[in-house]
């Protein structure tokens, strides 16, 4: 039993410094949006601005451990509400193109479609690796419904610092939509109750 006490102890260690290098991510609010996300340090208050479309435009990004997460989100409004799942996977690439323009990347693995939200079936997914001239690392992935688009972003300086955080990338939340509220929002009908 004496022979086993360095034995644990190497364990506990072990363990120890596993768990101290383990990034904690806390949801952190989209302004009064009703929408969220989960950051590894409080990215403060979203920039907001109209895009070309008009419609409203949340930036959030922070720095921790040497990678920047950031958040873009835009809400969709009541535009659209009736669209099928193709209409807003081809909006959600074209506005990752435009942010691949944005940040100057020259390569990408390729979409990577049909990722599956935790949360919310409605929701399409894709999911790309981009370098940027500078050999600077994104791992990044967007999420669309009816009433909302985000992307979801980590920055690296090299391949080398890059460890897929999936949670942070997994971590939108999108606005709970109460039953009743969505019968009249997606049917236009008043609720007979």
Known sequence: MKNSIPLVCCFVAAFTSLTAQTIQFKNYAIDNTGYGALFPADPGKADVSMNNSELEEYTMEVSSNGKRYGLQVVLLGTNFINSDKETLESLLVSYMQLLKLSYDVTSGIGYIREQKHPYNADANG????????????????????????????????????????????????????????????????????
């Open 126 to 193: 894709i999911l790309d690796f981009w370098e940027d001239e500078r050999g600077a690392q994104w791992a990044v992935k967007g999420w669309v419904d009816n009433t909302a688009l985000a992307v979801l972003y980590v920055h690296t300086r090299s391949a080398a610092d890059m460890n897929v955080p999936y949670e942070f990338l997994d971590g939108f939340a999108f606005k709970k939509v109460p039953k009743d509220k969505a019968v009249l929002r997606f049917t236009g009908k008043k609720n007979l109750k």
